[in-house]
């Protein structure tokens, strides 16, 4: 395996009431999930030790200070804020791409329409592929 491919995040889109988590690897979604913030250490740990993770990557948006300050201390990588601008739009794309409207909505643009679940994992993700590519570009 590449040292590049090695690269292993643990992304956090952060909220009050739930946060939209991931796994990524270079060009590899391995795993997410939408969970609220007191189960947040409880999965890093199990996602750590599963897919050794590297790095805690946390959104800079709402909540991040306590996500922050949450896993700081119980967790046994580097914990980062990022900027997390732009992530809702990629992230309500991403999720039409895996789930295409059907019957009438399909006739909606996507832009118009709003997930009928919460997709916070898929905003996750995005922020998770933004700091894979923004370190893959510093090698």
């Known amino acids: 395996m590449r040292a590049a491919d090695r690269y292993v ?13 991931a796994v990524c690897r270079p060009g590899q979604v391995l795993e997410r999930a939408i969970v609220a913030p007191e189960h947040l250490v ?17 959104g800079d948006r709402t ?3 306590e996500i922050v300050r949450l896993l700081e201390g119980r967790v046994s990588v580097p914990v980062r804020l990022v900027d997390e601008s732009g992530t ?5 794309s991403r999720y039409f791409d895996d789930r295409p409207p059907r019957g009438w909505r399909r006739l ?3 832009s118009l329409q709003t997930p009928p679940e919460p997709y916070d994992d898929y905003a996750a993700v995005v922020i998770a592929e933004a700091a894979i590519a923004k370190r893959a570009g510093m090698l």
């Open 9 to 21: 995040v643990l992304a956090v889109d952060p909220g009050r009431d739930k946060c939209g988590v």
């Open 42 to 58: 409880e999965l890093a740990h199990a996602w750590q030790s599963r897919h050794a993770v590297v790095e805690i990557i946390v």
């Open 63 to 65: 909540g991040s200070g």
């Open 88 to 92: 809702t739009l990629l992230a309500r």
């Open 108 to 110: 909606v643009p996507r």
